[in-house]
């Protein structure tokens, strides 16, 4: 069963930066495609990121594009989210996912899910 353990959240001051990370256990070759996502209080779930695994190919939301970046680190089986010139809107729990579909960001076609962590930013 893939399992996730996400961390990196936190409180940041809007222009400033974190990293997000997401350890993966239990990877199949099933698995096509890893994102991130994330719900802030009374808003709809957004797909902020993902990644294909068979060509590295990425996704950004137009409202994290230019200021995150996914990147993978297979031998390591960890997803990352830099996150740079946070903005008080990026304040939400974050979701690291996976999907046995090639390259999407429909969270419906995500099948398994970390706990979440928490990232703040203050303006």
């Known amino acids: 069963e893939v399992q996730f353990v996400e961390s990196g959240g936190g409180l940041a001051q809007a222009g400033g930066s974190l990293t997000l990370s997401c350890a993966a256990s239990?990877?199949?070759?099933?698995?096509?495609?890893i994102g991130w996502f994330r719900q802030a209080p009374g808003k709809e779930p957004e797909g902020v990121s993902c990644?294909?695994?068979?060509?590295?190919?990425?996704y950004y939301s137009n409202t994290v594009k230019g200021r995150f970046s996914i990147s993978r680190d297979k031998a390591k089986n960890t997803l990352y989210l830099q996150m740079n010139s946070l903005k008080p809107e990026d304040t939400a729990v974050y979701y690291c996912a996976a999907s046995t579909l090639p390259f999407t960001i429909d969270r419906d076609e995500y099948d398994y899910w970390g706990q979440g962590t928490q990232v703040t930013v203050s303006s």
């Open positions: 239990g990877f199949t070759k099933d698995i096509n495609a």
């Open positions: 990644i294909s695994i068979s060509d590295s190919k990425t």
